[in-house]
C-alpha cells in the first residue's frame, strides 16, 4: 500500500464552501481511479489546524499515474473548485510498515 496525504489550509471563513466543492471533486474525479482503495478528507477540530486529504493507493505507481492523469490535473486546477479555496498546501507520502499496522 501507498498512502498520499496532503494538508490543505483554508480560512474559516471558506470551509463550507471547499468541503462543498471537494466532496464534488471526490464524486466527479475519484470513481475508477486504478488502485486507489480509499479517499479520505479529515476535517480540523480547531482553527488553527489544516484540513488532511488521505488517499490510499494500491502502489506508489499508482498514485503517480493519477497525478500525471487529466482528471487529476482537471480536479486541481487553480481557479476551479477546492484549488481557489486553499491559502497553502502540504503533500506527503508514505510506505506502511505492515508490522506496524494493528486492526481490529
Known sequence: MF?????LFV???????????FRENMRTFLPGVPGLRRSTLLRPTRPDQPYVSVNEF?????????VASAS????HRRNAG??????????ETFQPSEDLVLTR
Open 82 to 91: 477546492i484549488a481557489r479555496h486553499v491559502t497553502g498546501n502540504a503533500v
Open 11 to 21: 480560512p474559516a471563513e471558506r470551509a463550507e464552501e471547499f468541503e462543498a466543492h
Open 58 to 66: 494500491d502502489t506508489e505507481e499508482d498514485f503517480k499515474a493519477w
Open 72 to 75: 487529476f490535473k482537471e480536479a
Open 3 to 7: 498512502v498520499a496525504t496532503n494538508r
